[in-house]
Nanobody, 130 residues
Framework: QVQLVESGGGVVQTGDSLTLSCRVSGFTSAHYATGWFRQAPGKEACEWIA?????????NYPDFAKGRFAAARDNAKNIDTLRISNLKPEDTGVYYCAAIAISPGWPVDSLYWAGQFDLWGQGTQVTVSS
């Protein structure tokens, strides 16, 4: 059974940096892609932040996330991370990681929609105070 467990959220100050983790277990293949999404307070939809393929060079970000958000994977530990720099109050929300099995080397350029991922973690809350 595939499981994704996020951790690392908390209350931080504007300008701080934070690294969220997503422990992935149960995939029978080493080839999977993960996506990071967030849900802001009072909003129903999740906002896409990053996609990561089966290598750390295989990434995709929306324009607003480029430069402040960085997704990476530690294959030895099966942990994906999302590093957020220069946090702003508008970054407040519940952050989710999601996963989908892919073919080896499959580019994640077309992975950016929540509906494309079929496995989700429980989320971790990030609150940025001003």
């Amino acid at each position: 059974q595939v499981q994704l467990v996020e951790s690392g959220g908390g209350v931080v100050q504007t300008g701080d940096s934070l690294t969220l983790s997503c422990r992935v277990s149960g995939f029978t293949s080493a080839h999977y892609a993960t996506g990071w999404f967030r849900q802001a307070p009072g909003k129903e939809a999740c906002e896409w932040i990053a996609s990561l393929g089966d290598t750390n060079s295989n990434t995709n970000y929306p324009d607003f996330a480029k430069g402040r958000f960085a997704a990476a994977r530690d294959n030895a530990k099966n942990i994906d991370t999302l590093r957020i720099s220069n946090l702003k109050p508008e970054d407040t929300g519940v952050y989710y990681c999601a996963a989908i099995a892919i073919s080896p080397g499959w580019p994640v350029d077309s992975l950016y929609w929540a509906g494309q991922f079929d496995l989700w973690g429980q989320g971790t809350q990030v609150t940025v105070s001003s």
